[in-house]
Nanobody, 134 residues
């Protein structure tokens, strides 16, 4: 069965840096999407950054220029480098994967979110906490 393993995260002060890593195993799809999502208390889960196996990447507007997503297709590994962290970045971060996927197919699910919708992602990690203090 597909397994999604997350690592990294933790607590930092505003302006600091953290890195999240994710590895998806037993996942044989050639066309797929991997992404990082976050959920803060009282809020719904939202897409932070998503990549497809073709190399397209989309970011949440508020993290553009601060976060960098890297996908290693050979390892099915997805890293999220988070710089210039802000308190509003605090939340539980989840890695997710789905097969037979491109950013375009995710956009069809919810055009307003432009590939960042959490719906349509089939496999999820347990989540990892990121806390940014002032």
């Amino acid at each position: 069965q597909v397994q999604v393993a997350e690592s990294g995260g933790g607590s930092v002060q505003a302006g600091g840096t953290l890195k999240l890593s994710c590895v998806v195993s037993n996942f044989a799809s050639r066309r797929y999407c991997l992404g990082w999502y976050r959920q803060s208390p009282g809020k719904k889960r939202e897409g932070v950054a998503v990549a497809d196996s073709g190399g397209e990447v989309v970011y949440m507007e508020s993290v553009k220029g601060r976060f960098t997503l890297s996908l290693d297709n050979s390892q099915k590994a997805l890293d999220l480098e988070m710089n210039g962290l802000k308190p509003e970045d605090t939340g539980m971060y989840y890695c997710a994967a789905t097969s037979s996927c491109t950013i375009a197919t995710l956009t069809v699910i919810d055009p307003q979110l432009k590939g960042l919708t959490p719906f349509g992602m089939d496999y999820w990690g347990k989540g990892i906490q990121v806390t940014v203090s002032t």
